[in-house]
């Protein structure tokens, strides 16, 4: 079964810039993975932020951008603010289905 | 605005088969409608889809356990999962749109005898 691999926390300091990832266990991601990226903060619902590599969901605010980085997707947040903290999880599409990736904790310290 | 809605048991035993209902606020989406759940304190699983045309997909794991239907005089989608064993247990949610736009609230299911 198509494992989709995630970091599993990462940190950034208000005002940085990070990068997060989505692989396959095997094979590259593509623009056919219509990698997508959503947010859930403690206790929320998931809220879609990216989808088809780089599109913006309405309310998504411009600091998050989506690309393809080195056969991954790849989720990059700029002037990063407190409010970014939470849990961000891909989405991949392999073989007519789709597969989350296990989440990585964001931490704003 | 779109809303969507998951209703059903709160507890279920194990064996049993849970039926979860996704209500949404429109008519005639013409969009798929996705189930996604989420065990406590883990990460989201994709479940299943089900499309406008009623064409159906599956998580692979689940595939012989879960159906999906669309009632569309009723604006909502029915989730059905069959022996249901206590690692089911998980906020269920429903998500509409190609791209998983808009989400219900979720719904917590517990197996427990």
């Known amino acids: 079964q198509t494992v989709v691999i995630q970091e599993p926390s990462l940190t950034v300091s208000p005002g940085g810039t990070v990068t997060l990832t989505c692989a396959f266990s095997?094979?590259?991601?593509?623009?056919?993975?219509?990698p997508q990226w959503f947010q859930q903060k403690f206790g929320q619902t998931p809220r879609a932020l990216i989808y088809?590599?780089?599109g913006r969901h309405p309310g998504t605010p411009a600091r998050f951008s989506g690309s393809l980085l080195g056969g991954k997707a790849a989720l990059t947040l700029s002037s990063v603010q407190p409010e970014d903290e939470g849990d961000y999880y891909c989405?991949?599409?392999?073989?007519?289905?789709?597969?989350f990736g296990g989440g990585t904790r964001l931490t704003v310290l | 605005q779109i809303t969507l809605r998951e209703s059903g048991p709160t507890l279920v035993k194990p064996t049993q088969t849970l039926t979860l209902t996704c209500g949404f606020s429109v008519s005639d989406i013409g969009q798929a409608v996705d189930w996604i759940r989420q065990p406590p304190g883990k990460a989201l699983e994709w479940l299943g889809v089900?499309?406008?045309?009623?064409?159906?997909r599956y998580n692979p794991s689940l595939k012989t356990r879960l159906t999906l239907t669309r009632d569309t005089s009723k604006n909502q989608v029915v989730l059905t999962m069959t022996e249901m064993d206590p690692v089911d247990t998980a906020t269920y949610y429903c998500?509409?749109?190609?791209?998983?736009?808009?989400w219900g609230q979720g719904t917590p299911v517990v197996v427990s005898s």
């Open positions: 998500a509409l749109g190609p791209n998983f736009q808009y």
């Open positions: 089900i499309h406008w045309d009623d064409d159906k």
């Open positions: 989405l991949l599409y392999s073989g007519s289905v789709q597969v």
């Open positions: 088809a590599t780089n």
């Open positions: 095997t094979g590259a991601v593509t623009t056919g993975s219509f």
